[in-house]
């Protein structure tokens, strides 16, 4: 679920990145390879079994309607121990957000995201980080993340 923009201070060795805009994709300097696909249409990614070793999904989480799934078929698409990384803050497009994200605390939402990784039964307890100091002024960023069993 990517955009334009893909958050890494180092660029991965190679990064294959996943979006609905196919334009935003080709904008994305950091992208090897662009997949044009919607999880909330088809939850199936377009990728072989084992194929990829870590998965982020930034800022993007609180949009998916179908979240158990995708995380299902994200943890088939991951080698053994593949870590899948979901990153956010407060800031969402009120209009695309599942209506659980609306109404909820930042907390609330971490421990959302840490459900969809105990409901697909396929990760191991996730790991819940605030990762801006509490004297941040911006946004406050979260990450949720597991590895995959």
């Not at 935003?24 to 194929?51: C, G, K």
Request: net charge positive; charged share 25%; with cysteine.
């Amino acid at each position: 679920m990517s955009s334009w923009v893909s958050h890494f201070r180092t660029p991965p060795r190679k990064l294959l990145v996943l979006g609905m805009n196919a334009a935003e994709l080709e904008a994305n300097p950091m992208a090897a390879e662009r997949i044009v696909h919607d999880l909330n249409a088809d939850p199936r990614i377009p990728l072989t079994d084992q194929s990829v070793d870590d998965v982020v999904c930034c800022a993007s989480v609180d949009y998916l309607t179908r979240p158990v799934e995708v995380f299902r078929d994200v943890a088939r698409i991951l080698r053994p121990n593949g870590r899948f990384v979901c990153t956010f803050s407060n800031r969402i497009f009120p209009t695309k957000a599942i209506r659980g994200w609306l109404y909820t605390t930042d907390e609330d939402r971490c421990r959302i995201v840490a459900e969809y990784f105990r409901q697909s039964r396929v990760f191991a307890p996730a790991t819940v980080s605030r990762r801006t100091p509490a004297d941040h002024r911006g946004d406050p960023l979260f990450a949720v993340w597991a590895s995959r069993l």
